[in-house]
């Protein structure tokens, strides 16, 4: 939406104001043709601006837009395959997209809301818009200070803000009648993000780390994963990380922490074995504190030795309490796929403050507040 913000405020603030058609992407799979967030706007007069499938689909989406303007009525439109039996429009990419479609009246309201996203977005300030898919949509707009009024949403609207994700929570068939009612309620709610999406940091090019880094991808993460040997470290090894890095890990950290790469929603994952990269490795990390989460996978031998050749190389206590090691919860996982349910399990509870204890052993409501 960021694209065609300022066409929409210029409609709907404009002298000959008028309501509009708002199309936003708001899930894909396979190979989409864009990206979760791609918008456009839809006029009375079937104007269109901006793009949400590179022209496979826009046709009939003015259609419903026209439509969801004349009623009001808010939909959710869902386009596949392109079939040459079927008449409907199609992906010819493969791909799968669901596109909501709302009307956005011109009222000092949604006109604020909207201003108050452009000035966020200008002063490169983390925001995030989330609007019931109900038929008649509900916006509320989050930042590091404020939450949706949801008492069963704010914490996940929150969480999708910190990690820079978008997409859609919550469940079908709730209508928002009293924000503020203590009930179950979580309405089904496109959440759009604008904020760094959390980085993984994985160092080391072996089988736990191509089993952490598909996890990592799946938790919506920028997967980049570093190694200096290049035989190891190939595109092949890791199809799902975002980046291969070919390079000593040290050198590598400093430089995104010399160029502002890093910050608190990164996590740094040390998983090499070898005292050669993780030391350097985790001295550049510990001494910064930009990193959201340092952890090192080994056992406690292998912590305890690391942890003396740190102080060796001049790492203090309260920089050294910043590493988390042995890494991972005990979940009593060997194989590279259980360690890596462990690590992610670790992140997710560190990045919530939960205790990570069995739900059937608590009480009270099981989404944290």
Same mark, same amino acid.
């Given at each position: 939406?960021?694209?065609?913000?300022?066409?929409? +405020?210029?409609?709907?603030? $404009?002298?000959?104001?008028?309501?509009?058609? +708002? =199309?936003?992407?708001?899930?894909?799979?396979?190979?989409?043709? /864009?990206?979760?967030?791609?918008? &456009?706007?839809?006029? #009375?007069?079937?104007?269109?601006?901006?793009?949400?499938?590179?022209? =496979?689909?826009?046709?009939? @989406?003015?259609?419903?837009?026209?439509?969801?303007?004349?009623? $009001?009525v808010a939909v959710? #439109?869902?386009?596949?395959? #392109?079939?040459p039996r079927d008449p409907a429009p199609g992906l010819t990419c493969g791909g799968q997209i669901d596109v909501a479609v709302? /009307?956005?009246?011109?009222?000092?309201?949604? @006109? $604020?809301? +909207?201003?108050?996203?452009?000035?966020a977005l200008a002063a490169d300030e983390p925001i995030a818009v989330a609007s019931t898919l109900t038929?008649?949509?509900?916006?509320? @707009?989050?930042?590091?200070?404020s939450r949706p009024p949801w008492r069963r949403l704010d914490h996940d609207v929150a969480d999708m803000l910190a990690t820079g994700r978008s997409g859609v929570i919550g469940i079908d068939d709730c209508e928002v009648t009293d924000p503020d009612a203590a009930?179950?309620? !979580?309405?089904?709610?496109?959440?759009?993000?604008?904020?760094?999406?959390? /980085?993984?940091i994985l160092v080391g090019a072996n089988d736990f780390v191509r089993s952490l880094s598909s996890?990592?991808?799946?938790? $919506? &993460?920028?997967?980049?994963?570093?190694?200096? !040997?290049?035989?190891?470290?190939?595109? #092949?090894?890791?199809p799902d990380a975002d980046e291969v890095i070919?390079?000593?890990?040290? /050198?590598? @950290?400093?430089?995104q922490i010399r160029d502002r790469q890093i910050g608190s929603t990164t996590a740094l994952c040390v998983m090499t074995h070898d005292t050669k990269f993780d030391v350097p490795t985790l001295r550049t990390a510990v001494q910064s504190s930009t990193f959201g989460f340092i952890g090192a996978l080994g056992s406690r031998r292998t912590?305890?030795?690391?942890?003396?050749?740190?102080?060796?190389?001049?790492?203090?206590?309260e920089q050294l309490s910043r590493l988390r090691s042995p890494l991972g919860l005990d979940l009593g996982g060997h194989t590279p796929a259980e360690v890596a349910v462990a690590i992610a399990a670790q992140l997710i509870a560190e990045r919530h403050g939960a205790p990570a204890e069995p739900l059937y052993e608590g009480a009270g409501p099981i989404h944290r507040r």
């Amino acid at each position: 939406m960021r694209d065609i913000l300022p066409d929409l +405020l210029a409609v709907l603030g $404009g002298a000959d104001a008028r309501p509009v058609a +708002l =199309c936003r992407v708001i899930a894909t799979s396979g190979s989409a043709p /864009r990206e979760i967030g791609a918008s &456009m706007i839809v006029t #009375e007069d079937a104007t269109v601006i901006g793009s949400v499938s590179g022209g =496979c689909v826009e046709s009939a @989406l003015v259609h419903t837009a026209l439509q969801v303007l004349a009623d $009001g009525v808010a939909v959710v #439109e869902q386009f596949g395959i #392109e079939d040459p039996r079927d008449p409907a429009p199609g992906l010819t990419c493969g791909g799968q997209i669901d596109v909501a479609v709302e /009307r956005i009246e011109p009222t000092p309201e949604r @006109l $604020g809301q +909207l201003q108050r996203l452009a000035e966020a977005l200008a002063a490169d300030e983390p925001i995030a818009v989330a609007s019931t898919l109900t038929a008649l949509p509900e916006w509320y @707009l989050a930042t590091e200070a404020s939450r949706p009024p949801w008492r069963r949403l704010d914490h996940d609207v929150a969480d999708m803000l910190a990690t820079g994700r978008s997409g859609v929570i919550g469940i079908d068939d709730c209508e928002v009648t009293d924000p503020d009612a203590a009930t179950d309620d !979580r309405p089904r709610t496109f959440v759009q993000s604008f904020a760094p999406t959390a /980085r993984l940091i994985l160092v080391g090019a072996n089988d736990f780390v191509r089993s952490l880094s598909s996890l990592g991808s799946m938790l $919506g &993460m920028r997967v980049t994963v570093v190694d200096a !040997r290049p035989v190891f470290a190939t595109r #092949e090894r890791f199809p799902d990380a975002d980046e291969v890095i070919v390079g000593w890990p040290d /050198r590598y @950290l400093a430089e995104q922490i010399r160029d502002r790469q890093i910050g608190s929603t990164t996590a740094l994952c040390v998983m090499t074995h070898d005292t050669k990269f993780d030391v350097p490795t985790l001295r550049t990390a510990v001494q910064s504190s930009t990193f959201g989460f340092i952890g090192a996978l080994g056992s406690r031998r292998t912590a305890a030795d690391r942890n003396r050749r740190l102080r060796d190389e001049g790492v203090d206590e309260e920089q050294l309490s910043r590493l988390r090691s042995p890494l991972g919860l005990d979940l009593g996982g060997h194989t590279p796929a259980e360690v890596a349910v462990a690590i992610a399990a670790q992140l997710i509870a560190e990045r919530h403050g939960a205790p990570a204890e069995p739900l059937y052993e608590g009480a009270g409501p099981i989404h944290r507040r």
